[in-house]
């Protein structure tokens, strides 16, 4: 079936540095992907939408300087904290709404960032 | 705008009892329904979907949910646990058109006592 990756999986830098995490659909086309982010114990909050060949959506109160998110091509998308502090440490996870199946979104396994 | 209540934040339950996860959502529109499970450490794995027809839906792992109109609930229930059901569990809607967002309800974690 679909599938959708994240590189990498876990990543442990130090604050005032940027980190990227790419988003991969691996077996279908995506022209959007969703940004989440999830704290410990608490839910996931939609961060942004990606969309491929325009600018991303960000919802209310995400600081677009911050989280740079790029659709480089219909199978990757690239979210980038700038500058992280260590109140940006959470689980970063990723989907992608199938091009076949309604109404069906394929969620990244997550990336678990630890800002130092 | 629409939103997702699961007024249980934990729910314990010995194994092979049956269960029930409370969701309650609310919109202006009509919207499609969803339950997802996360594994300790893991990403998200749908459970089951209701996107028109039959309000009683099957999905995977033997869960099965009800959607309810004039409640606005979706609950989601399973006759017998499994020590394997220890999970979080997440009711989420979209809205029925092509934007595709999610929004999710905050989570209920599912304990499996032996």
């Known amino acids: 079936g679909a599938v959708v990756s994240q590189h990498p999986s876990w990543v442990i830098c130090k604050s005032g540095t940027s980190v990227k995490i790419e988003c991969r659909s691996l077996d279908f086309q995506a022209t959007t992907m969703f940004w989440y982010r999830q704290f410990p114990k608490q839910s996931l909050m939609l961060m942004a939408t990606?969309?491929?060949?325009?600018?991303?959506?960000?919802e209310q109160g995400v600081e677009k300087d911050k989280f740079l998110i790029n659709h480089a091509s219909l199978t990757l998308s690239t979210l980038t904290v700038t500058s992280a502090h260590p109140e940006d440490s959470s689980f970063y996870i990723c989907?992608?709404?199938?091009?076949?199946?309604?109404?069906?979104?394929?969620f990244g396994p997550g990336t678990r960032l630890l800002v130092l | 705008a629409q939103s997702v209540t699961q007024l249980d934040s934990q729910v314990p339950v010995f194994e092979e009892a049956p269960v029930e996860l409370r969701c309650n959502y609310s919109s202006s529109v009509s919207v499609y329904l969803f339950w997802y499970v996360q594994y300790p450490n893991q990403g998200l794995q749908l459970l089951l979907k209701y996107l028109s027809g039959s309000t009683l839906v099957k999905g995977i792992n033997g869960f099965e949910a009800e959607f309810n109109k004039s409640q606005t609930s979706f609950h989601l229930r399973k006759p017998s646990v499994h020590i394997s059901d220890t999970a979080e569990y997440f009711c989420?809607?979209?809205?029925?058109?092509?934007?595709?967002?999610?929004?999710f309800g905050k989570g209920t974690r599912l304990h499996i006592l032996p």
């Open positions: 990606s969309n491929e060949g325009s600018k991303a959506t960000y």
């Open positions: 989907s992608a709404p199938s091009d076949t199946r309604e109404e069906t979104q394929y």
């Open positions: 989420a809607v979209s809205v029925l058109n092509r934007d595709d967002k999610i929004i």
